[in-house]
């Protein structure tokens, strides 16, 4: 389990032991939704990538991290259920979400997740020129490149991981 007292400092500290290259961008907490964040802060959604955890729903507990841009939806019932071995899951709910990582839902970070967690990135995603993700709490967001996110080392990327949806994807 990630510390939870001070959970921006964590973040902070595993960008600079990872050596990624960011900038922190300050948000009120009550715009820290992508879709009001994006609107208010005047970032696209289609830079904006949502971190879900997801949780299995039989036998023993197995977690994973996802990253589908703001535009998008999980697909939770095919790929990820694939790529985690797993008959059923579902999203992880905000009780499993902060005693996992100490993260707030519409603050969870992949910087900072559990080292054994594995984190699925939309292949989508890199070939964005810059990607907006939170920042472990509703209070600040972290600006990089998609590259960035491959020096943490349980990630994977993965084609079609989430689809296009319109509207805005509630998590």
């Keep these: 389990m990630v510390d939870s007292g001070n959970i921006e400092l964590t973040v902070k500290n595993t960008l600079q032991e990872l050596n ?13 939704d992508t879709l009001q964040f994006c609107e208010k802060y005047g970032f696209k959604m289609e830079e904006s990538g949502n971190t879900i955890i997801v949780a299995s729903k039989r036998g023993e507990k197995k977690f994973s991290g996802c990253i589908v841009l703001g535009t ?18 579902s999203f992880a709910n905000a009780e499993d979400t902060v005693k996992l990582t100490g993260m707030m839902i519409g603050g969870v970070t992949p910087f900072a997740l559990p080292d054994d967690l594995p984190i699925y990135v939309d292949a989508k995603i890199m070939g964005l ?5 939170g920042g472990g709490s509703r209070s600040g967001k972290i600006l990089i490149h ?26």
């Excluded at 020129?129 to 993700?133: A, P, Y």
């Excluded at 996110?149 to 990630?155: A, F, G, Q, R």
């Design 146 to 171: 998609p590259n960035e996110l491959l020096k943490i080392p349980t990630v994977q990327v993965v084609e079609s991981l989430g689809f296009h949806i319109m509207g805005r994807q509630s998590v």
């Design 72 to 89: 998008d939806r999980l697909d939770v019932n095919k790929k990820v259920k694939s790529l985690m071995g797993v008959s059923r899951l």
């Design 129 to 133: 020129s810059q990607l907006i993700v």
């Design 20 to 32: 990624i290259e960011y900038e922190w961008i300050k948000v009120d907490p009550d715009f820290a």
